[in-house]
């Protein structure tokens, strides 16, 4: 009895279809093997599954790899023809657009240099009263910036000018107060002290009654002010 011709068609059965591709592949790769050894030759076999898990001969992935690049650098391979026409296509798509962003480039440049002062000879009365205009406008918003900028430095300066004034005066009154301290103590050490307690009269005795209870207490007269 002879062999049932098999239907070249998908294979329904998911178990049958799987059965058939593990036989099938095995087979495959079996007469990959057998033409490579009997003919000396590269050959690479690459299976996808319809769950799209890779099989693919050699088992070693480098090896493969370097079949594909030996079938790629072949002059008029396919490959090279597919990503040439997909570039071509993609080209074809945008060569509308970059005609008209090239020509706004030329135009641009051309105003460029016009508003520089430059290659002027072509153009009109209006078109010069224009760059005129334009080029006034500019320097009008330049200027407001520039004074904006001014004003603000100038205000950050007075800001820093009175921070300063302040801390000058509080320094000033702080030397003042030291210098009242020094007299006062020079006065006292050149007289004897009859009474640690004594009564005070004038501004200058409460100022000198304050820093020597802090020189008694080992106390910084700054930190008072």
Same mark, same amino acid.
């Given at each position: 009895m002879g062999r049932v011709k098999i239907e070249? &068609?998908? #294979? !329904?059965?998911?178990?049958?279809?799987?059965?058939?591709l593990?036989? +099938? &592949?095995?087979?495959?790769?079996?007469?990959?093997? !057998?033409? @490579?050894?009997?003919?000396?030759? =590269?050959?690479?076999?690459?299976?996808? @599954?319809?769950?799209?898990?890779?099989?693919?001969?050699?088992?070693?992935?480098?090896?493969v790899n370097n079949v594909v690049e030996r079938y790629t650098s072949v002059d008029n391979c396919p490959l090279q023809n597919v990503e040439r026409n997909k570039e071509e296509g993609i080209y074809c798509k945008l060569a509308p657009y970059l005609n008209v962003r090239r020509e706004k480039m030329k135009e641009l440049e051309k105003e460029n240099k016009n508003m520089l002062g430059e290659d002027l000879g072509l153009l009109s009365q209006d078109e010069l009263e224009s760059y005129e205009r334009k080029i006034e406008g500019s320097i009008k918003k330049i200027r407001d910036k520039k004074k904006q900028l001014m004003m603000q430095e100038?205000?950050?300066? !007075?800001?820093?000018?009175?921070?300063?004034? #302040?801390?000058?005066? =509080?320094? &000033?009154?702080?030397?003042?107060?030291?210098?009242? /301290?020094?007299? =006062?103590?020079?006065? +006292?050490?050149? =007289?004897?002290?009859?009474? !640690?307690? @004594?009564?005070?009269?004038?501004?200058?005795?409460?100022?000198?009654?304050? /820093?020597?209870?802090?020189? #008694?207490?080992? #106390?910084?007269?700054?930190?008072q002010f």
């Open positions: 070249m &068609k998908r #294979i !329904e059965n998911v178990t049958n279809r799987q059965v058939t593990s036989k +099938r &592949k095995a087979g495959l790769f079996k007469k990959c093997k !057998e033409l @490579s050894v009997l003919c000396d030759a =590269e050959v690479a076999a690459i299976v996808f @599954s319809d769950t799209r898990k890779l099989y693919h001969y050699p088992q070693t992935p480098g090896d100038i205000t950050n300066n !007075e800001n820093q000018v009175q921070c300063l004034q #302040i801390q000058n005066h =509080e320094l &000033k009154k702080k030397i003042q107060y030291f210098d009242i /301290y020094n007299h =006062e103590l020079q006065k +006292r050490e050149s =007289e004897p002290i009859i009474n !640690e307690v @004594s009564t005070f009269t004038n501004k200058d005795d409460m100022a000198y009654s304050k /820093y020597k209870d802090s020189y #008694i207490l080992n #106390i910084d007269p700054y930190d």
